[in-house]
């Protein structure tokens, strides 16, 4: 793709999300008095800031002289100072940029950009995430942590909803956990949220959680909401855990894998492969009357140089055996179909949290931690997560294209944003790039 196409590719896609970028309807939290810039422009800027992969304030200062007047850049006509812009996110209240990102999702669903290619249903994750771990109390939702002989710490966490089973795993919405409960108390409230938001439109068929949220009541919730749920079993189910391992090792061992994948190479594990095994023998066990199927799920481990075409077919290793619960019925899903669901789960560690931490420090505590802006600096960043993920995944067509490193967006981004509008050129004029 030549750099004019590619710039003019941009700046479509920029525009097509012109209502990402338009924050006219947030409240204004500040004095009115002696404002010198509105709100939707500093808005504007941190997210274009956090999509030009921005670590700090000062950084968004920085990018901010570059962007006054370019495309997309709503209102910023000069250099954004850092104190503006953080006082700005610090009044700011943090639910209307919460519905602002629904907004988004739903828009983007309504455009048909999340539709279910990596599964064939739709389904979300739902984790927990440690936002911030600080030495004071910056927000109310920090819980305190304290080690014996330490200064105690405090831990700002939100819980996650990732849509798993699209090209783009965007996240469809961000709330803190408050500091008086865990994961599994806030996977409740946070669900009746997402039924609220998402129910209508049928966004997702099936919900995957990890350990932490795995309980009776948390798979009733939403099996009464009529979708799937998929949930690991750890020892947090410590009988429930010792019936599943009772009932699938023994069939481990006397049957052949239902499904299996080819031996792959693992960055970080070597050669890999998964296999699966399900029963039905544990439908209704306990209390838990919607439970249709127990899966386990085993890593294997081959030998071998890392950097070889073909796996050394020496001693295999287990590596990991997990176990998950699900109320899908058994003929829904395939054995192939479960080992993509069980590796989609992943996406929402690979895809959101692993970006957030490593592309923008959130882990860090970066921004703002006064007043709202741990809660609003997050909403912001996941916006610009989503919009450079469906840029990456949806809007560029080719195969090359949609493996470019988070900085090559970077950088295609911040060409398309400061380039004049490519809008009504033809695509006669190649430029070598």
Not at 3 to 16: C, D, G, P
Not at 300 to 313: D, I, M, N, V, Y
Request: hydrophobic share 40%; glycine share 6%.
């Amino acid at each position: 793709m030549t750099v004019r196409r590619r710039i003019k590719t941009v700046q479509s896609f920029l525009r097509q999300r012109k209502d990402a970028l338009d924050f006219d309807a947030i409240p204004d939290g500040r004095d009115p008095r002696g404002q010198r810039w509105p709100l939707e422009a500093l808005l504007s800027a941190a997210v274009l800031g956090m999509m030009l992969l921005a670590r700090s304030l000062r950084a968004t200062e920085d990018l901010s002289e570059d962007l006054a007047g370019a495309q997309g850049a709503r209102g910023i006509k000069r250099r954004v100072p850092d104190s503006t812009l953080g006082d700005a996110l610090s009044v700011t209240d943090p639910e209307p940029l919460r519905k602002h990102l629904h907004r988004h999702i739903l828009s983007e669903h309504r455009r048909k950009a999340l539709e279910p290619t990596v599964l064939p249903l739709g389904a979300i994750s739902i984790d927990g995430k440690t936002n911030a771990t600080l030495d004071h109390a910056a927000n109310q939702d920090c819980q305190e942590q304290s080690a014996e002989g330490k200064e105690p710490q405090f831990v700002y966490r939100e819980v996650n909803a990732t849509l798993i089973s699209s090209s783009a795993a965007v996240c469809i919405d961000r709330k803190p956990i408050p500091a008086a409960t865990n994961d599994m108390g806030v996977f409740a409230a946070h669900y009746a949220d997402l039924k609220k938001t998402y129910g209508r439109a049928n966004l997702f068929e099936l919900v995957a959680t990890d350990a932490g949220f795995t309980s009776e009541e948390n798979a009733g919730i939403v099996n009464d909401d009529g979708k799937a749920y998929w949930m690991a079993l750890k020892g947090n189910q410590p009988e429930l855990l010792a019936e599943a391992r009772r009932v699938l090792l023994p069939q481990a061992l006397r049957e052949e894998p239902e499904a299996q994948t080819d031996w792959e190479l693992d960055s970080s594990r070597g050669w890999i492969r998964r296999q699966l095994w399900r029963t039905d023998e544990m439908a209704g066990w306990g209390q838990w009357s919607h439970l249709r199927q127990v899966v386990l799920v085993r890593v294997l481990r081959a030998p071998g140089s890392l950097h070889g075409p073909e796996p050394h077919q020496g001693p295999i290793q287990i590596l990991e055996e997990r176990f998950h619960l699900t109320n899908l019925v058994r003929g829904r899903l395939n054995g192939a179909a479960l080992l993509r669901l069980a590796r989609a789960h992943w996406r929402i560690e690979n895809n959101l949290h692993g970006a957030l931490d490593i592309q923008w420090q959130e882990d860090h505590g970066r921004w703002v931690h006064r007043g709202n802006g741990l809660p609003v600096t997050s909403l912001l960043r996941a916006l610009a997560y989503n919009l450079l993920s469906l840029l990456r995944a949806v809007h560029l067509r080719t195969d090359k294209s949609r493996e470019a490193r988070w900085q090559q967006l970077r950088d295609w981004m911040r060409d398309a944003l400061i380039w004049p509008s490519l809008a009504d050129e033809t695509e006669a004029t190649p430029v070598t790039p």
